[in-house]
């Protein structure tokens, strides 16, 4: 049975391998934000005269090019330890690095997975800073548990109520569309027949997803399910990063799925 400390523990371990592998994807950018590249600070730097004052300060002290490679260097030290160690204390220097990268891209550098990166390193955070209450760390679990559900059943909803998903015609083109869809996976999912079961059976996990909040035995078979989808998608469509951070998700879930809170 997975305890609540362990179930933190995981959380953070595999929180960290995901910003550890997010801040090595930056790193390799440098040339884009560097100071003769087509990212950088100055053509940014005017938006921040909107921010109030002391924001804005930081801002322009935080993120040129030689102080956020610093940060993102700093950032990857800090995430290796979370990695290693499962260790809490590290989570406010991740939050807050991934919260300024987020800025320097303008909002979020790859969607989805950014916010729910920020969303776990939010919950872990707050169990950092208060771990001596059991409240908190449950409430942060309990977040981090619900928001990951919920991601499941909105975007399975979002496709259910459109024609073009249930006759799989959106997920034809979206294969055919993505930069990274291998050629043999464009060409099956040309065949119509094939194209609307794969679709449903995308809809039907994702609208099922809440199920695992009623056994450990389900939700174990609700996360293997949710790895292989995100790593079907990493292989299909270049989504590796929405695999690390969906599956720092699972260990807050299996936890609350023990306690049977909806059984």
């Known amino acids: 049975m997975l305890s609540l400390p362990s179930a933190l523990t995981w959380s953070a371990r595999l929180i960290g391998l995901a910003v550890a592998l997010q801040t090595l994807e930056l790193l390799q950018l440098r040339r884009v934000y560097a100071d003769d590249g087509i990212w950088r600070f100055q053509l940014l730097a005017r938006e921040y005269d909107a921010c109030p004052a002391p924001l804005g300060w930081l801002l322009r002290r ?28 590290p989570m406010p220097v991740l939050l807050t690095v991934t919260l300024l990268s987020c800025v320097r891209w303008r909002g979020a550098f790859n969607g989805g997975s950014d916010s729910m990166t920020v969303l776990i390193l939010v919950s872990l955070s707050a169990a950092a800073l208060v771990p001596e209450s059991r409240s908190v760390r449950m409430g942060a ?5 619900v928001q990951s559900t919920l991601s ?26 993505s930069y990274a869809t291998p050629a043999f996976v464009s060409e099956r999912l040309r065949n119509p027949a094939l194209a609307r079961l794969c679709a449903w059976s995308i809809m039907g996990f994702e609208c ?5 909040w009623l056994d450990a035995r389900i939700c174990l078979g609700c996360i293997a399910m949710g790895a292989l989808f995100h790593l079907s998608n990493a292989v299909v469509l270049g989504l ?16 609350l799925s023990q306690l049977r809170l909806l059984g």
């Open 62 to 89: 935080a993120l040129t090019f030689r102080t956020f490679t610093g940060l993102l260097w700093m950032n990857l030290l800090a995430a290796l330890l979370v990695l290693l160690t499962g260790r809490l204390e």
């Open 141 to 145: 679990l309990g977040y981090i548990a």
């Open 152 to 177: 499941y059943a909105i975007a399975g909803v979002a496709k259910l109520v459109q024609e073009r998903w249930r006759n799989g015609q959106a997920l034809g083109a979206l294969a055919q569309t």
């Open 208 to 212: 099922a997803f809440g199920l695992a």
């Open 240 to 255: 590796n990063r929405f695999f690390f951070a969906w599956l720092a998700s699972y260990p807050a879930l299996l936890y």
